[in-house]
């Protein structure tokens, strides 16, 4: 199982920095919601283009969706940025807008081999919209922190 630690940073460099303290994003005073097994590479892309209205192809192509910032010498941890899209996206989306994209999102095939449902997606979509609400009042950017 991964955990998948999603923060907001000032930028890549202090993104990338939370390899390097035991802890990850919260221990490194970065605020945080903390999830398992939500791929910041392609179930987040899904995620984007559901909320943007978009394809998967143009959501995954977007500027820093799933880049990966940190060294992958020791594949325990590693930081991927999220695009400035999907925050803008959660951080303006209504509740009702979050519980339609909930539903369409659990159905993908990512969330659907981790047995996520629709009242879990939910779940995870509002701690994102809030993180983003508060990363986009504060000037930050989103990232997540994979880790074995």
Request: hydrophobic share 45%; aromatic share 6%.
């Amino acid at each position: 199982m991964t955990i998948c630690d999603y923060f907001s940073a000032a930028d890549d460099q202090a993104a990338v920095a939370v390899v390097d303290r035991p802890g990850g994003p919260d221990e490194a005073g970065h605020d945080a919601v903390f999830l398992k097994n939500i791929d910041p590479v392609v179930a987040v892309a899904q995620l984007e283009a559901i909320l943007t209205d978009c394809g998967y192809e143009e959501a995954s192509q977007r500027p820093r969706s799933g880049q990966l910032l940190s060294s992958p010498e020791g594949d325990v941890s590693l930081v991927f940025s999220l695009s400035d899209t999907l925050g803008e996206a959660l951080a303006a989306a209504a509740p009702a807008d979050l519980a339609r994209a909930a539903e369409s999102w659990s159905m993908t095939a990512e969330l659907q081999q981790c047995q996520v449902d629709a009242q879990t997606a939910l779940g995870v979509l509002e701690a994102l919209a809030g993180l983003a609400r508060r990363a986009g009042a504060a000037g930050l950017r989103l990232y997540c922190q994979w880790s074995l």
